[in-house]
């Protein structure tokens, strides 16, 4: 199924501003309609590949912002019944990379809204874009933030015109504190990010970088990307059994070393997960 519902409205609500799109909508497109009207909220969201609706599903994240934080609502039509539904923020479940819509696919997505605000928010905490705004980097505007962005992820992800990537395929791994302590003694310099929950999540870029000097790793015509390693690339002539082999491959390494059974942000359907 090709979702073609592609339109974009903007609801304003004194500082409360409201996008409503249909979820085959180009993600971008969606970024750069809240950048053109002054909109805070989804700017560090800029340049992931996909759809709108796609994003929901994924709950995608990057730089320090997720779009569960701007999720109104999602209009959906369940494919085993017929019927539609409004499923709201609550219903959502959204959690890392996750989402109700994700572990239902059995859903179509065909309409979602987003809370956003004309409020000066910049969210620069990530250290790739404090580092940008300490050169000098104008962020002040939703506009020159999703601009910045789209340089940063540039410097880390192949052309997409030259080769194939679905961006990260891997989830960066959360763990115990005791198993990420443990780590930290035998790997030093490994970063933790504690949670809230007393766990640990741990880059897992750092990883196959660090310890299993995977950058660049290559078999065949697909690779470990060599600016960022958890970006599989596709070259011409790759198939889906050489991306499942070579995830495999990395996944297996990965569990050897650090005894972390990491797990993958794409879905794969026909071969083995």
Do not use: C
């Amino acid at each position: 199924m090709k979702m073609m519902l592609r339109d974009i409205t903007v609801e304003k609500n004194d500082e409360a501003m409201t996008i409503i799109a249909g979820a085959g909508a180009r993600w971008d497109d969606v970024v750069d309609t809240a950048s053109k009207n002054g909109i805070f909220g989804i700017e560090n969201l800029a340049g992931i590949p996909g759809s709108l609706g796609g994003a929901v599903v994924q709950n995608i994240g990057a730089y320090g912002a997720e779009l569960s934080t701007v999720f109104l609502y999602a209009d959906i039509v369940d494919t085993t019944s017929g019927l539609t539904k409004r499923i709201s923020h609550a219903e959502a479940a959204f959690a890392y990379r996750t989402s109700f819509f994700k572990t239902h696919p059995e859903i179509v997505i065909v309409r979602v809204a987003l809370r956003l605000t004309k409020s000066a928010r910049p969210n620069t905490a990530y250290v790739d874009v404090a580092r940008a705004q300490a050169e000098g980097t104008p962020l002040s505007t939703p506009a020159e933030i999703a601009h910045a962005i789209r340089a940063i992820r540039a410097k880390k992800f192949p052309n997409a015109s030259e080769e194939g990537t679905a961006g990260s395929f891997f989830k960066n791994p959360v763990i115990s504190h005791e198993h990420a302590s443990s780590l930290g003694a035998r790997f030093p310099g490994l970063p933790t990010f504690p949670q809230k929950d007393g766990t640990v999540k741990i880059p897992l870029a750092w990883i196959l970088d660090h310890v299993l000097s995977l950058k660049g790793y290559a078999q065949g015509f697909v690779r470990l990307y060599e600016k960022q390693p958890l970006v599989i690339v596709a070259q011409k002539g790759a198939t889906a059994q050489d991306i499942d082999a070579l995830a495999h491959d990395v996944a297996e390494r990965v569990l050897h070393a650090t005894d972390i059974k990491i797990e993958r942000e794409v879905e794969t359907f026909g071969v083995r997960a």
